[in-house]
């Protein structure tokens, strides 16, 4: 539902046009004259919308009364499923719903989506509009749901209408009532950010362990959205920071695939698990190399993340490093000092898959680090030999790995492999 009605003019003879915008702007007198000349109140623009839809969005009284006593139809619905009564109350303006009340609209209407007055005036925070839907309209049902299953309850704490929230509360509204996707309140708000609304409902007491259909948690859904605010909240109520999703995801696995730094941190901090494999069999790590998040990449490896861990494809995480060729990580791996030796389920090192997809520059950055592992485990080795050994004494790993491959190709490899012939012959 837009923000504000959007005036369009499509579908209408030039007399009509005026009268829609008369009634937008509320011009009573050229209303008047418009309505003595015989225009059609109810004429429609391309979206279903008449005169008085217009008039009622936008709040006016006089308009609204003017159209009703020449003929206007008060249930008329647009496109949408819309009507004056409807949008009265999504745009919060009371003595409009009340005049359309009084001439016999009907007021257990619903949009094509579902929504009903309740929903509208929750979604947007109207409190007196609730109160006379409630108080004043008959047989209203307070937990009505709308073609996603949502209630107005739901409603509420999605779009974080704290006042709303506390008076369909107040109301008696059903609290733990899911949508169709398994979502209650909880999930809708901390995936949105909502955290005034979110603690509202962790003190009513909603369970933080609840589920939807996919398996999330009300903090999984916080993660995803990449809501710190939300996250440290529901960790302080008590939120299980390594609860699984369906397909054995974390709220790690979340943040990862997000990109967050600061989600992720505070998760970490409050024990979240770095080496837990969805059902891909990827690790947060993984899903931070795909996805090119340096910053991700090492605060994992900071936190005692299995860099050689291997994923359903037998893939490590630079394996995917040199797939994507995404450099900046792979270098990252390879000072931690990753096992360049394991395959993945086409027998494939992270070499080959390099050489394979002809990323020159990893293929040599490998090659470079795999010599300086021989070095630092040949017998009677130093990181002062490796360091001679790598640019006339004047370069040392990590910078080995910097240098421009045309540059070093020419000049180190003879250097280099002499030097592994040195220290082997001393075996």
């Known amino acids: 539902m837009q923000e504000e009605l959007a005036y369009e003019t499509d579908c209408l003879l030039p007399l009509e046009r005026q009268l829609h915008e008369a009634a937008r702007r509320n011009n009573i007198s050229r209303m008047q004259e418009l309505i003595g000349r015989r225009v059609n109140t109810r004429a429609r623009n391309h979206v279903g919308r008449v005169a008085l839809h217009w008039a009622a969005g936008s709040g006016h009284e006089q308009a609204v009364r003017l159209l009703l006593e020449h003929e206007a139809a008060v249930d008329e619905e647009d496109a949408f499923g819309m009507n004056a009564l409807l949008l009265s109350a999504w745009f919060g303006h009371l003595r409009i719903l009340q005049i359309l009340v009084n001439s016999g609209a009907k007021i257990h209407c619903e949009s094509k989506d579902g929504l009903t007055l309740l929903h509208c005036a929750a979604q947007k925070g109207h409190v007196p509009v609730l109160a006379f839907i409630m108080e004043d309209l008959e047989d209203v049902d307070l937990d009505h749901v709308d073609k996603l299953g949502r209630t107005a ?136 190399v795909r996805h090119n998040f340096p910053a991700l990449v090492r605060l994992f490896m900071n936190s005692d993340s299995d860099l050689n861990a291997m994923d359903n494809r037998q893939q490590t995480p630079l394996h995917l490093a040199a797939e994507h060729a995404w450099q900046d990580i792979a270098e990252m791996l390879l000072i931690a000092g990753v096992d360049l030796n394991l395959r993945d389920k086409q027998g494939k090192t992270a070499l080959a898959v390099a050489a394979r997809s002809n990323h020159i520059s990893l293929v040599d950055m490998i090659i470079k680090a795999d010599r300086f592992y021989r070095w630092e485990k040949a017998p009677g080795a130093t990181r002062s030999m490796a360091t001679e050994c790598c640019s006339f004494g004047c370069m040392a790993w990590p910078q080995l790995v910097r240098t421009p491959a045309k540059r070093c190709s020419r000049a180190l490899w003879p250097l280099a492999g002499g030097a592994w012939l040195k220290t082997s012959g001393r075996k």
């Open 153 to 288: 309850f739901h409603r509420a704490a999605e779009h974080g209408q704290l006042d709303a929230l506390d008076f369909l509360v107040g109301s008696g509204c059903d609290h733990s009532v899911k949508d169709k996707e398994g979502n209650t309140a909880l999930h809708l708000a901390a995936g949105q950010g909502h955290v005034a609304v979110l603690q509202r409902l962790v003190d009513i007491g909603l369970d933080l362990e609840e589920q939807n259909a996919e398996g999330l948690t009300a903090l999984h859904t916080a993660a995803e959205g990449t809501h710190l605010d939300c996250v440290q909240l529901l960790l302080r109520a008590g939120s299980s920071v390594n609860a699984l999703t369906q397909k054995n995801l974390s709220c790690l696995h979340y943040a990862a695939l997000s990109g967050s730094e600061d989600v992720s941190r505070a998760l970490i901090h409050a024990g979240g698990c770095t080496n837990v494999a969805d059902h891909q069999g990827a690790s947060p790590m993984h899903l931070a």
